[in-house]
């Protein structure tokens, strides 16, 4: 049997799911046969770890600096590239990658702006090569279940949409601490981390957006918000701090562990800082966002996402024209000081005893003239609420049926980015953005 050859560009802490799965979970279909970043230090370590896995020892694979890109496909002939560098680079080697003639799968967002954007859309047109997004909160299944009621139309025509996002104090701060704070990088949470958000209300209404509104603040983490509250915060990164000692957002890491291994002893391999004061200078991103949105299908949502708040989650309300779904998820019910759980993209979450019972998400069903239905359904286990294991199943075992139309293409990542890249001209504007005239498919 053929098996697909796999090349990942991007070793940071997101690669570490996609590297396992074409070196160990899936090698009877996949053969993982190179990687390359900026950093050869952090493509050691990977190749430490996959000699050593305890699911079997893998051959170092070759590793290629950035700029060696072509020659990696060239010598190691991939049929497929990996994405998960910065979003701001996704167009780069997505591009070449299609005129090289590989397929991509691509880590969200697809990218941060309009023009990267076209660029992607283009190339695919012009190559016919596939392009996958990888929208992991699609495939876990209480937002499958609710796809599949809405499917039913069991609360007639929707209407409208309300939808709220929690970041708790690890893993909002997290986006502070790194390259994320950055815009140019990464487009802001409204691309980065609320492309998930989007792509699942796009998915949920099988419509597109039209018109986008927002207002977005950084109300809470950087100098000048800390200075306003009192707050002395004046260290540069955690690492060797006194001052950090006694902060509990400053991210410790424990010598040895993956995260010291993986940042703190490749720092010389290209100078990336982890470990940044989330109170310091050179934030550029919001940590507080109201949307509105209007859809082809003239629903509309008001969505908010805060950074900072003490238990992380999602409530999200569908109002039809014979009732209304309710949907209350706690992810983490409380974060300690010092603590990150959002390094590897594993965080499910504070499994804590009782509390944990409490979190079981319920779906809430409520029709017109009646009581309210607790709907049933079979909850995931691991990342993203039980959808990264099915996403991965999809992506390296092939879609064979799909009636809820999980797997997602440029066309997805396109649409749901659009509606992150709308907020943030609207928060400069001050002007509701007509977002289907930002690309052209």
């Known amino acids: 049997m053929n098996k697909t050859r796999y090349a990942l560009v991007g070793t940071g802490s997101r690669s570490h799911m996609y590297i396992k799965a074409a070196a160990y979970t899936y090698r009877e279909n996949s053969e993982f046969v190179a990687m390359c970043d900026t950093n050869l230090l952090r493509m050691d370590y990977y190749n430490r770890e996959l000699a050593s896995d305890s699911h ?12 060696d890109f072509e020659k990696m496909i060239r010598e190691t002939r991939p049929d497929v590239i990996i994405l998960t560098m910065p979003d701001c680079y996704h ?23 309009p023009a990267k954007c076209q660029m992607i859309i ?35 025509k929707v209407t409208s949409v309300n939808f709220e996002w929690l970041l708790d104090t690890s893993h909002g701060a997290d986006y502070f601490r790194r390259w994320h704070r950055d815009k140019k990088n990464s487009g802001g949470l409204m691309v980065h981390k609320a492309t998930h958000h989007f792509d699942l209300v796009n998915w949920w209404l099988d419509s597109t957006p039209e018109t986008v509104f927002a207002m977005g603040e950084l109300a809470f983490y950087g100098k000048k918000n800390a200075e306003e509250r009192g707050l002395k915060s004046s260290y540069f990164r955690a690492k060797g701090s006194e001052e950090a000692a006694s902060d509990p957002f400053a991210l410790h890491i424990t010598p040895g562990d993956r995260l010291d ?72 019910g409380f974060t300690r000081p010092g603590e990150d759980m959002s390094v590897f993209g594993m965080r499910e979450y504070n499994d804590d005893s009782d509390m944990r019972k409490n979190m079981i998400p319920e779906i809430i069903l409520q029709k017109h003239w ?9 909850a995931g286990t691991g990342g993203h609420g039980g959808g990264d294991r099915l996403l991965l ?16 293409d440029f066309r997805d990542g396109a649409q749901s980015i659009l509606v992150g890249i709308g907020a943030n001209i609207a928060f400069t504007s001050g002007e509701p953005v007509k977002v289907q005239e930002l690309i052209k498919f």
């Open 370 to 378: 009646q009581k309210p239905e607790v709907i049933t359904y079979t």
């Open 122 to 156: 283009d190339t695919q047109k012009k190559t016919g090569r596939r392009y996958t997004v990888t929208f992991n909160y699609r495939y876990s299944p209480r937002n499958s279940k609710i796809k599949e009621l809405l499917q039913q139309n069991v609360i007639g």
């Open 393 to 408: 199943d999809h992506l390296f075992l092939g879609v064979k049926d799909d009636p809820l139309h999980l797997a997602a």
């Open 261 to 332: 291994q993986l940042y703190f002893r490749t720092e010389a391999g290209d100078g990336y800082i982890r470990d940044l004061n989330v109170f310091g200078e050179g934030i550029t991103i919001e940590d507080n966002m109201s949307v509105m949105v209007r859809y082809k299908n003239r629903v509309m949502m008001n969505y908010t996402l805060c950074a900072h708040c003490p238990h992380e989650g999602y409530r999200i309300v569908f109002n039809g024209t014979e009732g209304r779904l309710e949907f209350n998820v706690v992810e983490s």
């Open 56 to 67: 079997g020892n893998h051959p170092p694979v070759p590793a290629y600096k950035a700029e």
């Open 91 to 113: 167009h780069l080697y997505g591009c070449r990658a299609m005129e090289l003639g590989c397929d991509v799968i691509s880590e969200k967002p697809m990218t941060i702006d």
